[in-house]
């Protein structure tokens, strides 16, 4: 069976420190897709990121990066220079090959106090 | 662009009326819908997904039905609402399976 654990249940830092959100998968398939959502406090989940399992390349967006480890089986989150404005709760997401469901993580909430 | 519409925003029922959410997706043919169910401080459920016109598939028995009348709406239902089933309701759309998820702004149910 597959699970998405997200053990952080929430972080407090405050602005401009460097915040790292862990993901950790169980899978036995070989293709799969990973996901990272942002919910801030109105509720939409905003799309951050996918990657699929054949792709470890680490990537960066501004300030955020993923560090993808199949040796270890964690999708890993970081927030450089963190800001008040991202302050949410996190998502992470798996999802296997030609399926439709998502399994979702419990979520980490973030705060960011200036 | 693609664009995802719920209505209503908010919603306060009393126990035993009915409900009727809905979700429109625009800007692309024959999407995957979905409903998510968001109890308060706790993660996601998926309660039904839709491949196509009047396909229907149940995650959790419940008493909440779907239907989707048309290729892009997608309607949530209950003849009877229950206390539990307050919560956070999302629409999410894709392309494919296994395909990003693109979610909705939601309604925030609470029923009294």
């Known amino acids: 069976a597959q699970k998405v654990t997200q053990a952080q249940t929430e972080i407090s830092v405050v602005e401009k420190e460097d915040v790292t959100l862990d993901c950790v998968y169980e899978t036995r398939d070989t293709t799969y897709y990973l996901f990272w959502y942002k919910q801030p406090p109105s509720g939409e989940l905003v799309f951050l990121i996918r990657?699929?399992?054949?792709?470890?390349q680490n990537e960066i967006s501004g300030r955020y990066s993923w560090n993808f480890q199949k040796s270890t089986s964690s999708f890993n989150f970081t927030i450089t220079a963190s800001q008040v404005v991202d302050s949410a709760v996190y998502f992470c997401a798996l999802t296997l090959s030609g399926t439709y469901k998502y399994i979702f993580g419990t979520g980490t909430r973030l705060k960011v106090l200036a | 662009s693609q664009t995802i519409h719920q209505w209503p925003a908010t919603l306060v029922q009393p126990v035993g009326s009915p409900l009727s959410l809905e979700c429109t997706v625009e800007?692309?043919?024959?999407?995957?819908l979905y409903w998510y169910r968001q109890a308060a401080g706790r993660g996601l459920q998926l309660l039904f997904y839709s491949v196509g016109i009047g396909q229907i598939s149940s995650e959790v028995p419940q008493n909440l039905s779907a239907s989707r009348p048309q290729d892009r709406q997608f309607i949530l239902s209950s003849k009877k609402l229950l206390l539990s089933d307050s919560g956070f309701y999302l629409c999410a759309w894709s392309v494919l399976l296994a395909d990003t998820q693109y979610f909705g702004p939601g309604t925030r149910l609470t029923v009294l």
């Open positions: 990657r699929n399992s054949f792709d470890e």
């Open positions: 800007g692309t043919s024959n999407p995957n």
